[in-house]
């Protein structure tokens, strides 16, 4: 006899998902958009302050660049490639903590506030290493960019997730509701 399913259920037959809408197959709760657009704020909170204070500084040498008579010196040009390698350099760091935390215990430091896990789409476990810098990296280059059409998507999935938990095969959990 079939199985009868209503249209409240998620099913993807290429991944074996089968689960009511808002949970996973094992009958935790998916996270909500809104928390997870917050988890996503705060987390950016923290690195733009550092952010701004490099670009303050940047903006400040481009506007001192030029000397009294025209040209440029060899400190200002320093100067502001110093700086420019400085905010590329946090934009790495966050990559790499963000996606060290996500592999160690499934969370950024904004997850961890409102309690939201990023789990294995597939069995709900904890990240591989290589899945967490991937889904990272894709984050930072692809979903942030486009006007943050990546995390766009979140709001059309079925299972709630950003174009970087697609790519990459995870679901965020919310775990206040376990």
């Known amino acids: ?65 030029p000397s009294d008579e025209g040209e440029v010196s060899g400190g200002a040009i320093l100067t502001f490639v110093l700086l420019y390698l400085l905010a590329f350099a946090i934009g790495i760091m966050r990559l790499a903590v963000e996606a060290e935390l996500v592999f160690r215990g499934g969370q950024t430091w904004g997850m961890r506030a409102l309690r939201l896990r990023a789990v294995d789409g597939r069995n709900g476990g904890q990240l591989s290493r290589g899945r967490s810098w991937g889904r990272a990296a894709f984050a ?18 079925d299972r709630r997730r950003t174009l970087h938990d697609l790519v990459c095969n995870v679901v965020v959990i919310d775990e206040r509701q376990a």
Do not use: C, H, N
């Not at 808002?22 to 950016?44: C, E, N, S």
């Not at 930072?140 to 999935?157: E, K, M, N, R």
């Open 1 to 65: 006899m079939a199985e009868v399913r209503s249209p409240d259920w998620v099913v993807a037959q290429a991944d074996g998902w089968v689960a009511p809408k808002g949970l996973t197959p094992d009958g935790r709760v998916l996270a909500g958009q809104g928390r997870r657009v917050l988890g996503f704020l705060l987390d950016l909170a923290i690195w733009t302050v550092p952010q701004m204070l490099v670009f303050g500084a940047l903006f400040a040498a481009v506007i001192t660049l």
């Open 140 to 157: 930072v280059w692809i979903s942030a960019q486009l006007l943050g059409f990546g995390y766009w998507w979140a709001f059309f999935d």
